[in-house]
């Protein structure tokens, strides 16, 4: 229950004989306990209020003639004194009473009313559609959702789509990681505002389904980001907790039967661009939804549905009642004895508050990737015009607390202190954990094993990882065809020489000169394949470190010359392979021969130089290791079954690493500090 400060109006109302607004009416209820209780239904404010017995007595006696406390005597009459109120209690009643607007005359019902009619700078609404018709369209093509054949449709789509996606779980990863990249947030966001109409038209088809009215459905710029809206003022009309609780998730369980749907689409399509589309419209309805529109720390559709499991329908106003009470107190030192706030409601409070700025941080954030510095400008200053009139006030009134009580410095320091503090801690952990590249590990000095001659693999004569000298054997091929030409080309060579030798003492000069030349070039074929066959026995090219492809489950394949089988590598030099977004290229300038710094996965820092910045940027990855289908961070769009390309271009950066204790294998992950 909110409590005034003494010196506010409200300090002369207690004082007068105030009247409550005859507009409100009240409807009686009774709990599952027994225990009556009254709802207090503003039309005005398009509010409800649930409030005892004995307190609507009380004020159902303000009438502008009796006074507080004859008010309050002849509450207490009427209920033949069972839980009659004390005199603090009716302060109390009545402040709050007149803070929610139910005091004819105050100045916040005025307030509340302009707030109500008008939009703010905050929130510019935009109405679409406001006909009764189409609402009743809706209701009887989809209200069947909302009933039992509703709910078994419902989940037996989300198992059927749990199942497949379990049932596909790599595919379903990586193509994850193609829509939660920078590159597709205008489709992300298309698709987005027109899952959030029908979840709007859910609400409104759910609201109605149980008999509630619907004023109107359209789009509003909250912070210049476009949101969809639907105005739900008389749901508190619907006599049946659940009836209303499932109205508040109606759009949430509209959203996830879209995200089923698209789910058991995906599975069914082998076609990338689309199966992309498929996935973007699960992701954006399923998991975001969920974890937006369900957080009760905003008045979202998960806040309305606990404040009616609760029965307390100003969840919000009382968690930043509580809050307050206990900031005054841990700041000003001040604690209000009349109203002791509960821990869990002021820890509701706290992070009611600390979510509602992150949620600002990140509309501003949005405006300016959508409209530049321009949009930058414009959410500061609508911000800044939305906070600065209550910052103010809290700075005049803290000043005049410090002027009369000097010790109340003391506590502000140290809570600044504090939060500075949080602050520079938050900004480190971001900077050393969260802002970097991308890089793998690569050795800066290898030698490449590829196939001399074509043949079958029949034999790895050395393991992957193994120390190896120069000239020692490392896999065996198979190739009878070349063998069989090598013995035919000798046997054709013997013979050749044979017969030259017996055209020569023929004194057969002409014959034995072209018998000669034709000797000489089976000689050469014969080198050739004397080269080939011994190259069927691979050997090592340098000393060092093995790097082979997974050999051993190449056994049985046939290879073409060329094809690379690995690498000998100086594994005490290693390099890092890093890929810089297109948009951070202005930051590499000058950038190469400087030292630079890399974190890896456990923390480990190691130093570095850069060797090379190509001049221009890829398509594909830089390395294979950091493509999406590899299980790498950057995101591919798969245009068809055989190329991948990434969803925004990335440049080449390589740097040594100082790695002395080579605790570093190739291939491994690190992150080159910004």
């Keep these: 229950m909110k409590t005034l400060r003494r010196d506010s109006p409200a300090e002369d109302l207690r004082a007068s004989k105030p009247r409550m607004r005859k507009d409100i009416r009240a409807v009686p209820h009774l709990g599952s306990g027994g225990t009556a209780w009254m709802r207090l239904e503003d039309d005005c404010l398009s509010r409800f209020h649930r409030i005892g017995v004995p307190e609507y007595e009380f004020l159902l006696r303000l009438d502008g003639v009796t006074s507080i406390d004859d008010a309050r005597q002849k509450a207490a009459a009427a209920c033949r004194h069972r839980s009659s109120l004390s005199p603090e209690q009716a302060e109390s009643i009545l402040l709050w009473a007149a803070n929610e607007g139910l005091i004819e005359g105050h100045r916040d019902t005025a307030k509340a009313r302009d707030v109500k009619r008008g939009n703010s700078l905050m929130w510019i609404r935009l109405p679409l559609f406001t006909s009764e018709a189409n609402w009743d369209a809706l209701t009887r093509w989809f209200g069947w959702l909302f009933r039992r054949s509703g709910f078994i449709f419902w989940f037996a789509m989300l198992a059927m789509a749990m199942v497949s996606v379990l049932m596909e779980w790599e595919r379903f990863a990586r193509d994850i990681a193609g829509v939660l990249v920078p590159g597709s947030w205008l489709w992300f966001a298309g698709v987005w505002l027109l899952l959030k109409l029908a979840h709007e038209a859910g609400h409104l088809v759910c609201c109605r389904t149980y008999g509630g009215k619907v004023g109107e459905i359209g789009v509003a710029w909250m912070l210049l980001a476009p949101v ?350 890093v890929a810089i977004p297109q948009g951070c290229v202005d930051e590499l300038l000058g950038i190469q021969g400087e030292a630079v710094v890399f974190r890896g996965a456990n923390g480990i820092r190691m130093g570095g130089t850069v060797t090379f910045v190509a001049n221009q940027t890829m398509a594909t990855a830089p390395h294979p290791a950091m493509a999406a289908n590899a299980g790498g961070p950057l995101a591919q769009h798969h245009a068809s079954e055989s190329k991948a390309t990434l969803l925004q271009p990335y440049l080449r950066l390589e740097a040594t690493i100082d790695d002395a204790k080579n605790v570093l294998r190739p291939g491994l992950p690190l992150i080159l500090v910004r």
């Design 228 to 577: 969809a809206y639907v105005d739900l003022t008389d749901v508190y009309r619907i006599r049946s907790k659940s009836a209303r609780i499932m109205t508040s998730l109606a759009g949430v369980y509209i959203e996830v039967l879209i995200a089923s749907l698209a789910m058991i689409g995906w599975t069914q399509t082998n076609s990338p661009a689309i199966g992309h589309a498929w996935v973007c419209i699960a992701m954006t309805a399923g998991v975001s939804s969920i974890i937006f529109n369900l957080n009760p720390l905003m008045r979202l559709d998960g806040y309305h549905a606990v404040c009616d499991w609760l029965g307390r329908p100003h969840l919000a106003n009382d968690g930043t009642q509580a809050a307050g009470h206990f900031l005054k107190w841990l700041v000003l030192g001040k604690k209000d004895t009349r109203t002791v706030p509960s821990t869990p409601l002021v820890l509701y409070g706290m992070s009611a508050f600390l979510y509602r700025m992150v949620v600002v941080v990140g509309l501003i954030a949005a405006a300016k990737s959508m409209y530049g510095r321009t949009g930058l400008v414009i959410v500061t200053v609508i911000v800044l015009s939305a906070s600065l009139p209550r910052l103010w006030n809290s700075l005049q009134r803290l000043l005049a607390e410090i002027s009369l009580r000097p010790a109340v410095l003391l506590r502000v320091a140290m809570g600044l202190t504090f939060i500075c503090t949080a602050v520079a801690l938050i900004r480190h952990l971001h900077r050393e954990y969260v802002s970097g590249w991308s890089a793998v590990v690569e050795y800066a000095d290898d030698s490449p094993i590829r196939c001399i001659s074509e043949g079958k693999l029949i034999r790895v004569l050395a393991v992957e990882g193994q120390q190896v000298v120069a000239g020692m054997p490392l896999i065996e091929f198979e190739n009878l065809e070349l063998v069989a030409q090598l013995t035919g080309a000798e046997i054709e060579l013997a013979a050749g020489t044979t017969h030259w030798k017996s055209l020569r003492e023929s004194q057969k000069i002409a014959e034995a000169e072209s018998q000669r030349q034709a000797n000489e070039a089976i000689q050469e074929r014969l080198v050739h394949l004397r080269s080939q066959v011994q190259g069927l026995i691979l050997c090592a090219p340098r000393t060092g470190r093995l790097v082979a492809f997974e050999l051993m489950n190449q056994v049985g394949r046939w290879f073409e010359e060329g094809d690379a089988m690995g690498y000998v590598a100086d594994e005490t030099k290693k390099k890092a392979i």
